[in-house]
Structures are given as C-alpha cells and as structure tokens.
C-alpha cells in the first residue's frame, strides 16, 4: 500500500491522491455508521429517523446519547453502538493520519 524506504517518496499530486482515497474511506466508515446506528434506533428504540440520526451522530461525534431510551433492548443497542462509535472514532482518526505519519517517517529514511 505505501511506498518502501527504498522507493522514491511520491509527489505532492500523488500524496494528495493518497490523501483524498484515506478521507473518502473515512467518509464511508462514517456513513455506513450513521446508516447502522440510525437503524438500530428506529427498530430497538421506535425512534423516528431524525431523532435517530441525532442520537447516532452524538455518539459518533462523542458527545453521547441524547433523550431517554424506552426499552431495555434499546438502551443496551445504544450501549454496543457507543462502545462501536469511539472505536469508529479511533479509527477515522488514524486512518487520515497514517499517510501523514509515513510521509514524515519515509522522508527520514528514504535512500537518496
């Protein structure tokens, strides 16, 4: 997937390429996130799906649940689903990192 420290260190064009495929993948983490939480919340909690995606955001975003939850079915969903979302944020977080952290590190080591 990356370049080794032998290999020359890729352009600003290609880096930017790099860049933008790792936001994008990102960006589908947190779709499919949002698409799963909200689900989740309309069938355990009866939520309607804006409160749902309220609730699903919160949580990805690490603010926490917003509302009271009815059942017991639904208050250990949110439960799961939080636990999920700080590793989904932890996640995202490193995903977009990573090619800025090889750059760095191929820079430091690349034969010239």
Known sequence: MYERHTERMLTPRQFAGRMARHVGLVLLLIVVSLWVGMTGYVWFARMTWVDAFLNSAMLLGGMGPVGDLPTDGAKIFAGCYALYAGLAF???FTIILSPVVHRI??????DR
Do not use: N
């Open 90 to 92: 932890i996640a995202s």
């Open 105 to 110: 590190a191929h820079r430091f080591h690349v």
